[in-house]
């Protein structure tokens, strides 16, 4: 199955600096990569996500970007607050008909003002 | 629009009785639902894929019998840990996967267990 890596575990920025958080996958069949955002207690929300068809999406703060070749994907979060503070995950489908996902081990991020 | 409830968001219970979760996709058909369980600062791991009308899909090691997953229409799927014990008690979270979109999951605010 597919196999996905995350890192940094923990991630601490000033308040205005960037964020990058990076995963890697094993299964080149998987097309979908979603991040989640996680805050204490609640469920994980989407805030991006890419197909394999594209190398790089932006929304607004926030842009994913897609290297295929090297199997890798990384969250990029610019000018952050401290409401981005929270547990991001990312995620990669492999070759399933179903549409599971493989988690990466998640990163917290901490902003501080 | 894309909202998934679950129900109930948490529940105590003894040890050796049985848990019902409920997962319900409110606005969409869900042809597959998921149901992951959550421990404190980990990531989320699948326990089972339901797809609607058929048996569920058990990921290796989660015991079938003792977490029994209906799938009975295209918008709710259920969870029942049986027999539960102190080891179950987990945020368990489901996710539905909307069957006209692109494969985008939403989750259901999850469900907290304890078990006494």
């Known amino acids: 199955g597919e196999n996905v890596e995350q890192h940094p575990s923990t991630l601490s920025v000033q308040e205005g600096d960037s964020a990058v958080i990076k995963c890697t996958y094993s299964d080149s069949a998987s097309n979908y990569f979603p991040w989640y955002k996680q805050e204490l207690g609640k469920r994980p929300q989407l805030i991006i996500d890419i197909r394999s068809n594209v190398g790089e999406k932006k929304d607004q703060r926030i842009a994913v970007t897609l290297n295929k070749t090297a199997k890798h994907f990384s969250l990029h979060i610019t000018e952050t607050q401290p409401e981005d503070s929270a547990v991001y995950f990312c995620a990669a489908p492999g070759r399933t008909s179903y549409g599971k996902l493989t988690f990466g081990q998640g990163t917290i991020l901490t902003v501080h003002p | 629009g894309a909202v998934v409830s679950q129900h109930p968001s948490w529940v105590i219970c003894k040890s050796g009785t049985s848990v019902k979760i409920e997962c319900r996709s409110l606005?969409?058909?869900?042809?597959?639902m998921f149901w992951y369980r959550q421990f404190p600062k980990q990531s989320l791991m699948l326990m089972a894929t339901?797809?609607?009308?058929?048996?569920?899909?058990?990921e290796q090691g989660v015991e079938k019998d003792k977490f029994l997953i209906n799938h009975a229409s295209l918008t709710l799927s259920t969870l029942t840990v049986t027999s539960a014990h102190p080891e179950d008690s987990s945020f368990y979270i489901c996710?539905?996967?909307?069957?006209?979109?692109?494969?985008?999951?939403?989750f259901g605010p999850g469900t907290r267990l304890t078990v006494t």
């Open positions: 996710s539905a996967r909307d069957r006209t979109g692109d494969g985008e999951q939403y």
């Open positions: 606005d969409f058909q869900a042809t597959t």
């Open positions: 339901s797809n609607e009308g058929s048996k569920a899909t058990y």
